[in-house]
C-alpha cells in the first residue's frame, strides 16, 4: 500500500523554464509534507517543507503547494537550472511521529 | 544543518557473513533514528525505526532477525546484516530527526554488494 505516490517517474524541462513535480498521498493523518533531492549512491538532501496549516511555501527558487481536500502537494522550481537534475523524492509523516513515509521518485533533467 | 554521518559508505562482503552498518548524529541527540532501503530505480523503503534504549520496531515484511538494529546511544545506531545474502545487496540509508515537525537528516549511504 503506497501512501505517497509519484505518478511521474521521470520529467525533462528546458533551462530557465518552470518544473512541476507533483505528490499524492492517501493517508489523511499526515500533517507534514518534505521534499527531497537525491543524487545517485548518495543519502537525500532537504529541500523545502510544509505543514499542514499552511497552503504555500516560498524558499528561492523553490515553492510548495499543498491541497488538502485534495491530498496533493506539488513542488514548484524556477526558474529550473541543469544542476536542478536529480531524483526528487516527496515525503510525509503523521503529527507527533518522527516516521517519513517516501514517495516513489521523480527524475528530473533540466536540459540546456 | 545537522549532520548524520554513516559509515562505511560502501561494503562487499560474501555470503553468509554479516556486515554491520553505522549511523552517527553528530551535533545532535536522536532518539530515534530509521533505516531505509534503496531497491535500483525505486523509492526509499522505511525498513525499522531504531528506539534509543528499547527495541527497533519494524516495518511489516522486514525480518528482524537478519537486520539487527542496536541503539546504544543518543548518537549511534547501527544495522547488521545478518548472514547476506545476494539478495540483500542494496543501498541502506539512515536518518535522524530533531522532532516531528522538522526535516530529517539522512546519512551518506551504503551501497552494500553480497557476492
Known amino acids: 500500500d503506497q501512501q505517497v505516490k509519484q505518478n511521474s517517474p521521470s520529467l525533462s524541462v528546458q533551462e530557465g523554464r518552470i518544473s512541476i513535480l507533483n505528490c499524492d498521498y492517501t493517508n489523511s493523518m499526515f500533517d507534514y509534507f518534505l521534499w527531497y533531492k537525491k543524487y545517485p549512491a548518495e543519502g537525500p538532501t532537504f529541500l523545502i517543507s510544509i505543514s499542514s496549516i499552511k497552503d504555500k511555501n516560498e524558499d528561492g527558487r523553490f515553492t510548495v503547494f499543498l491541497n488538502k481536500s485534495a491530498k496533493h502537494l506539488s513542488l514548484h522550481i524556477v526558474p529550473s537550472q541543469p544542476g536542478d537534475s536529480a531524483v526528487y523524492f516527496c515525503a510525509a509523516s503523521e503529527r507527533n511521529t518522527d516516521k517519513l513515509i517516501f514517495g516513489t521518485g521523480t527524475r528530473l533533467q533540466v536540459f540546456p | 544543518g545537522a549532520v548524520v554521518s554513516q559509515h562505511p559508505s560502501w561494503v562487499i562482503c560474501k555470503s553468509g557473513t554479516s556486515v554491520k552498518i553505522e549511523c552517527r548524529s553528530l551535533d545532535f541527540q536522536a532518539t530515534t533514528m530509521f533505516w531505509y532501503r534503496q531497491f535500483p530505480k525505486q523509492s526509499l523503503m522505511l525498513m525499522a525505526t531504531s528506539n534509543e534504549g528499547s527495541k527497533a520496531t519494524y516495518e511489516q515484511g522486514v525480518e528482524k532477525d537478519k537486520f539487527l538494529i542496536n541503539h546504544a546511544s543518543l548518537t549511534l545506531s547501527t544495522l547488521t546484516v545478518t548472514s547476506a545474502h545476494p539478495e540483500d545487496s542494496s543501498f541502506y540509508i539512515c536518518?535522524?530527526?530533531?522532532?516531528?515537525?522538522?526535516?530529517?537528516?539522512f546519512g551518506q549511504g551504503t551501497r552494500l554488494t553480497v557476492v
Open positions: 536518518s535522524a530527526r530533531d522532532g516531528w515537525d522538522t526535516e530529517a537528516f
